[in-house]
């Protein structure tokens, strides 16, 4: 199954590219952005920073386009990529949310194709152990602690599984407390399934 989208499309006041030249360095303007912004491959926007700033991300070999932060609804950061006074596409990103750099630029790169706002919808990270978790469980078919422990093995080395069974038994039941708090899994019998939402994870 697909993985949900991690943002909405909504009308907005955009205009498409008026030439390819611009097309091609507004799309180097956006990993400019993802680059400066993303470089944890998470990118996070605290409320206390919305006030309106122009040249966030200025392309080098074009000065009139760039990114700016402009007039923002509460609780968001509203990014707009511009050339001169138009704007070419848009992303809003609720503050004090943490959003993957990757899912942000796919929102910038769909807001420049449809000349539509995108707008970030938050979803939980889960840390390296608590994906591989959610990615050793099964949508149907419950899977207990051993269950687990033996997909990982599959899929990784045998003998670094092993090395660290200790380890990663301890870690396990923690990370599905949390999926669960998450709504990303839940209980069948003596073991976990995905839920929906964690079938858009995996």
């Known amino acids: 199954m697909a993985k949900a989208p991690a943002f909405v499309l909504e009308s907005g006041r955009l205009h498409p590219s008026p030439d390819v030249t611009t097309r091609t ?16 491959d998470v990118i996070e926007w605290a409320a206390e920073n919305t006030r309106p700033q122009s040249e966030l991300v200025v392309h080098p070999q074009d000065g009139t386009l ?9 609780g968001w950061a509203n990014f707009q990529l511009q050339a001169g006074a138009k704007s070419l596409a848009c992303v809003l990103v609720e503050c004090n949310r943490s959003f993957r750099a990757s899912d942000v630029k796919e929102a910038w ?18 840390s390296r152990m608590q994906e591989h978790v959610l990615n050793a469980l099964d949508a149907w078919e419950a899977r207990d602690l051993n269950a687990i422990l033996d997909v990982l093995r599959h899929h990784g080395s045998t003998r670094v599984v092993d090395t660290h069974l200790l380890h990663l038994a301890g870690e396990i039941p923690a990370a599905l407390a949390v999926l669960e708090k998450q709504g990303l899994v839940r209980r069948q019998g003596a073991g976990w399934i995905l839920t929906q939402a964690g079938i858009e994870y995996t």
């Open 109 to 126: 790169l769909e807001s420049f194709k449809a000349t539509k706002n995108a707008r970030m919808k938050w979803r939980f990270l889960p």
């Open 66 to 74: 760039r990114i700016d932060l402009q007039p923002s609804p509460p």
């Open 25 to 40: 360095r507004s799309l180097e303007l956006i990993d400019m952005f993802i680059r400066k912004y993303g470089g944890s």
